[in-house]
DNA sequence: GGTCGGCTTGGAATCGGTTCCACGCCGATT
DNA sequence: AATCGGCGTGGAACCGATTCCAAGCCGACC
């Protein structure tokens, strides 16, 4: 593999004068620099990128450190990302986190790290790792996540759980029920929960019962959902209506009341949360928090922050919106 | 950040020895290694694995070139990557592609290079790419793909068309339809043809005919596969059976059916083609290829290549399966 | 006691870029 | 004619690791 050196000595320059065509820096003769392009073109020379990092002391590469990767919301988000990194100078390295163990070891690594910023999903640091971020050097961003004094690109879940719930009684529902995740310890997970509270807050604002056994709350996951939604129906007074944490959920749910044979949404009316690619084709009412944007924008804001911007506003809120569709109706 | 230099300094011993320490050359004494040890972890050095990778001629960091990875397909195969990649000391830079100038673009970069290995799905090489590659010390691999003369981890499409389709004739049908993709001219992938081609063959097989409208392509997506559903069942004599070339095309073409009013399996019987998350839930009879084991193959493929080890058999046919769920039934 | 050989060790050279400093050359100014 | 300034250029130093070579030290052997 061709040098800059092969280059310099062929062009009978000097290694500066080739590294400064290169780089497109205007001290070079029109002269020079066509006849160095022509050696460049000629035999094909490429300018190794790890020795430009390690000269120029930074690299060009950006670490994305996802939970799950599997889940289609992540998927989503993570779309946004590639698709904003892709139009920059930047690589991206991805990083799937399916442990405590794993998540500790990536931030550990990132907090370090020879990548030029750090791109965090959903994912909690302790304070301890915050500190190490906010003192490196290296800019971090996070997503799906607020995080005190560092940039970070979210919604707000609390609101959209009370949105969603707010669009039950709307349709004349009184029993409406919850399906979500228990908090993981381990994660620090925090959506379902402020999802959760927002569904709380709807309820007692409308002067509505939670019964109990009304708020199920297991692992992530459809055959979870499905299991909760079991118990759901099998209670003495079953809900007329489920706001589930997230749309796999929710589709757990929707599996349920099939099996149940359960009308929906003429017996039971179902919102779901993301709107994930899949839930058009299923008719899912949902809250759409724009997956894809909150990824692109991340990206975006971490490349400003890489070319040395200060943003005024750090960190950006993205809006949700209830998407209407088949699994949610009047009471009837 | 501290350097080997810094740690030297400290140790009161020459980078060398650090640098022995670092990799655990048996050529230190056990008390040099301790102090040394010791200073490494009071001042929390970390090698910089880019001086590292400059140092030593090769990077850790292998790219991956995928297409379309919001697809679950690829998604699915990626997660195998991913696991195994995860379980190395290397790294994933990941490349989405969704033009073929992107493509061409990264298969340039590829062959160049700083990464120390190359994965390629489902994506075609052109021959002089081929060349490159093969030239090239950089080892590649490639996914969902025969690729003459470099490894490669694969399925027979063809067969997988023809099991398909003669599990639909097994049950009695006899007028079975095909939805596709079209040949994608600028991509080049194969695996829709090639199992159009598995699904013509099982019909010769059996002396069925295939009458005229009953073989769609369009390009891929589940929408067109609505329309291209609506087509067939429009034909003056309907098919009673559907073979799809993907999952995401059957669940476009269960769409259609629904929509129309006709009853799966009762009235029409579908099969698919992958057996993505969504499939299970959906009740989808498919045709299995293990896609995260096509990745997770092709990963470790690619490090003990990288490890040295030459392969005496560098290519890897994985198998197809039936899986029968509720989206079919004999003909009645 | 001298020589030899085996462990340890220090440090220079190297990987392939970038950048800064010094120098040569030119035309313009006095 | 001498001085000055600026442009274009070459090349050494540097980034932070690895590795090889030379050398110091020690015990063993003759």
Redesign the pocket.
Known sequence: ?A???DVARRA??????V??V??ES????E??RARVQQVIDEIGYR??SL??A????RSTTLAVIVPFFTRSSVVARLRGVADVIDGSDYDLVLYDVHTPEQRDRRFELAARADRAGVLIMSLAPSDEVVRALAAASVPVVFVDRRVEGLPHVFTDDAEGGRKATNHLIGLGHTRIAFVGDRFDESFGFTSSIDRLAGYHLAMIEAGLPVPAGYEQVADHGREEAHRQTRELLSLPEPPTAIVAASDLQAFGVLEAARDAGVDVPGDLSVIGYDDVPMAPYLGLTTVQQQLYDTGAEAAALLIRLLAGETLEEPSVELPTEIVIRRSTAPLR
Not at 12 to 17: A, D, E, N, S
């Open positions: 593999m040098t800059i050196q009978g320059v000097g290694v500066g004068t590294s400064r290169i780089n205007p001290l070079v003769s002269a020079t300018p190794s020795a430009r390690l000269s120029l002391g």
